[in-house]
């Protein structure tokens, strides 16, 4: 079978998976909470009650599971708060306000040509980076970083730091300095928390902006991890839009996936839960899974060689900016400093379109947590500017963000990116 075909195949595929990523979603509804109670939403999270919705604001609206709704309904009586009911049926909800398949058809992506990543629709997983033969159904996000090895090998380097559970690469694209700063190295994280799309859109394009720029990509060694849980991914796809875990199956459980961002070896298990059905689930011990492990020995290997100055690991929503620590109230080393790059950052991204990013200690912002990258990377590696960064939106489209928001996002941070790198050079060397 010829790619071509195949590729017609792969948009029938698409669109007719596109209503079952809403189909584990049945039932669930969301609920505002009046308030300002932010213990409650903790509590049913870490019981995994429910899910927090609106992390970034006053933390008022979470999504219940079907059959936990009459308990967490007892909760909030007992606790004396009211609650209104938003959405009645997150699939049907949902499934109203799709955009992605009207939008599918105008873009095009084959393993034969990729040669930038798409702009007006999210990229499965396969597209993103083919590893399978064109007879395969359905083909998906490897097709770029494929095509962008076979471009620009040997100076941007595609290669796979290990194997998620269910045996899909994990990709990391190694874009080189042309000697100006060559041992210094920046690492960028991208979709760990599988439902937060526009993470690993926006780290794509940051991929093919870096990789073509021959200015700003000569001061830095980079390395990006595009899509750091392709399982995950791959079920928002195909089962469960806001799934945000690994696929991590546990045994006797009828919850399944770990939290990757709860499972690095820093301050471990603060802020974090040990019920499998949390959305902030731990995992049995640090690194016990092969996504995080394959990561941090990534990290560490850069780490060793070079000067890791900089390290950025891409969520939404919320439009934050945070730095470590998540999971302690003391200042990490050189706060003054991640603040002072940090508005560096921000006033950059303000350019393009007038976003607003707020800068602030993820723990406060964010609620108490660690076992994140971001904390790992600061108390362990030592680096010296660590950020989470938070994409759109303030959380009215929250996750799941319309494709017409992928290219703004990308530009806008592109620009915060330019400015940051620019900023944290530590040659003084500046661009003509
Ligand atoms: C919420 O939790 C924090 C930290 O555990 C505690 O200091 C605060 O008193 C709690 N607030 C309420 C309303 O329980
Ligand atoms: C990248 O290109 C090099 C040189 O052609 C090749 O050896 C390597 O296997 C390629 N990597 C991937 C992931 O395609
Ligand atoms: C960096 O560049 C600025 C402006 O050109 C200059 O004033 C400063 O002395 C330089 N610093 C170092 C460490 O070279
Ligand atoms: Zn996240």
Redo the contacts with the bound molecule.
Sequence with gaps: MRCHSVKQLVLIATITLSSAQYQSLSGYQVWALNGDIPNVSIHLLKNGLADILDFAGPRKQISIHPKNLEEVDRILNQEGIHHRVLIEDLAVYLESRDVLRKKRQTETCSLASCPKPLSESFMTFEEMCCKKSCNNIPPQMEWYLINLNATYYPRVEVTSIGKSIEGRNIWQVFIKSSACNEGTAIWLEGG??AR?WI?PAVTLHLVNRLARDCSIGKLFDVYIVPMANPDGYEYTWNTNRLW?KNRRIIPDSDCDGVDL?RNWDFDYGVGASDAYCSEIYKGVSAFSEPETLSLKTAMEAVNQEKNLILVI?L??YGQYLLYPYGGRTESAPFTTEMIEKGKVFTRAVSHSHETVFRIDNSGVAYSQASGATDDWAKGVLGVKYVY?L?LRDGGSEGFVLGVDKIAPSEEEIWEGMRAILLSVNPSNYTLL
């Design positions: 760990i928390h937060e993470s945000r961002n690991a969520h939404s989470t938070e």
